[in-house]
T-cell receptor, first 113, second 115 residues
């Protein structure tokens, strides 16, 4: 098992810019989920990808978008960054049909100035 | 809609003392329940999960949790705290259906261990 890896670990952007975060899922996992964790809060579900298609979405605007690739890795894209987008973005992989047991990466910490 | 409430944003115990972290859930369907731990500057690690089998669930690092349907609770306990248990703990609920495996997390409880 290689675990879930995310990049970059830290980044700083300015308001209005765009950002792409990357995630490699654990070997054998076919589903990727993204969560946003604001400072002092619990993670919030952004969306999930399975078979390269979005498979469920939380309460996030369309400027949050994603991709899943044939090797099950994934990207999270955020356009028109706002100050409130500053957070730890967590990627988690799982096996579809699994009872919600997610394996999380260490996250990408985004600061928007 | 599902939700989770963690009672107490901060809990402080002495090394060797009992750890009790409280979690209450709301769910319109039989829930799947989880406890995750987050160490500083790290992602989340699964401690244990309840998936409608035994109501007392044992996890890693000596932690366990009991599902009580009548109280809609899933409290996390450990008989004797260790310094390495200091971390943020999150309770989460999932519907566990074949669709999106969305977890709904509580706000978290920061556990401090006093020497």
């Amino acid at each position: 098992e290689t675990g879930v890896t995310q990049s970059p670990t830290h980044l700083i952007k300015t308001r209005g810019q765009q950002v792409t975060l990357r995630c490699s899922s654990q070997s054998g996992h076919n589903t990727v989920s993204w969560y946003q964790q604001a400072l002092g809060q619990g993670p919030q579900f952004i969306f999930q990808y399975y078979r390269e298609e979005e498979n469920g979405r939380g309460n996030f605007p369309p400027r949050f978008s994603g991709l899943q690739f044939p090797n099950y890795s994934s990207e999270l894209n955020v356009n028109a960054l706002e100050l409130d987008d500053s957070a730890l973005y967590l990627c988690a992989s799982s096996l579809r049909g699994n009872t919600g047991e997610l394996i999380f990466g260490e996250g990408s910490r985004l600061t928007v100035l | 809609a599902q939700s989770v409430t963690q009672l107490g944003s901060h809990v402080s115990v002495s090394e060797g003392a009992l750890v009790l972290l409280r979690c209450n859930y709301s769910s319109s369907v039989p829930p799947y329940l989880f406890w995750y731990v987050q160490y500083p500057n790290q992602g989340l690690q699964l401690l244990l999960k309840y998936t409608s089998a035994a109501t007392l669930v044992k996890g890693i690092n000596g932690f366990e949790a009991e599902f009580k349907k009548s109280e809609t609770s899933f409290h996390l306990t450990k008989p004797s705290a260790h310094m390495s248990d200091a971390a943020e703990y999150f309770c989460a609920v999932s519907r566990g259906f074949q669709g999106a495996q969305k977890l709904v997390f509580g706000q978290g409880t920061r556990l401090t261990i006093n020497p």
